[in-house]
């Protein structure tokens, strides 16, 4: 088993570009959930989706979007980038609905220039 | 909503040492309180929880207790090794969204 899997591992945006960040799980989880992570400020919850066709707003949801089309994969995109979007991003699984017992992706570094 | 403080920011111990992390939390409805480690360029790693009816759970070296009148709970490992250093979060669960604390940089010296 894979696991979690991210992609890209690092990226590097001009401001105004637009992209989608990767994640796929095989663990059948129905929970899934994307995180930032920045110096000093831990991790902050972006969307989450507690199960195919569902998803929800995190802490810290403008200028990201999401879609949960399958159990597996649960891409998130950046509509416009900015320079506040640069952070390491982090996809995460739980067996359960309410996101008890995560497991974490690599995560993706992005710089957005 | 829910707001979870951690402290310290940093923390340095001798090898053999104990090492003890705290959080509190503001919201009285979080249920569940989780630990995670995360290692230089990794993903965070679930290294141990506790739900809101218990007061102390152990796994070996690390233990994690929990006070829910004061509001806070704590990461305690013992006989800490150099493979202990890393960056350790705690979190909250008031509903279905987990809310982390800002992290303690655990260094473990020789």
């Known amino acids: 088993n894979a696991g979690v899997t991210q992609t890209p591992k690092f990226q590097v945006l001009k401001t105004g570009q637009s992209m989608t960040l990767q994640c796929a799980q095989d663990m059948n989880h129905e929970y899934m959930s994307w995180y930032r992570q920045d110096p000093g400020m831990g991790l902050r919850l972006i969307h989450y989706?507690?199960?195919?066709?569902?998803?929800d707003q995190g802490e810290v949801p403008n200028g990201y979007n999401v879609s949960r089309s399958t159990t597996e994969d649960f891409p998130l995109r950046l509509l416009s980038a900015a320079p506040s979007q640069t952070s390491v991003y982090f996809c995460?699984?739980?067996?359960?609905?309410?996101?008890?017992?995560?497991?974490f992706g690599p995560g993706t570094r992005l710089t957005v220039t | 909503g829910e707001n979870v403080e951690q402290h310290p920011s940093t923390l340095s111990v001798q090898e053999g040492d104990s090492a003890v992390i705290k959080c509190t939390y503001s919201d009285s409805a979080s249920n569940y309180f989780p630990w995670y480690k995360q290692e230089l360029g990794k993903g965070p790693q679930l290294i141990i929880d506790?739900?809101?009816?218990?007061g102390e759970k152990k796994d070996q070296r690390i233990a994690v207790t929990l006070n829910k009148t004061a509001k806070h709970f704590s990461l305690h490992i013992t006989e800490t090794q150099p493979e202990d250093s890393a960056v350790y979060f705690c979190?909250?669960?008031?509903?279905?969204?987990?809310?982390f604390g800002t992290g303690t940089r655990l260094q473990v010296f020789p």
């Open positions: 506790i739900r809101s009816n218990v």
């Open positions: 989706s507690v199960g195919a066709g569902i998803t």
């Open positions: 995460a699984t739980s067996p359960g609905l309410a996101g008890v017992e995560q497991y």
């Open positions: 979190a909250g669960l008031p509903s279905d969204k987990l809310i």
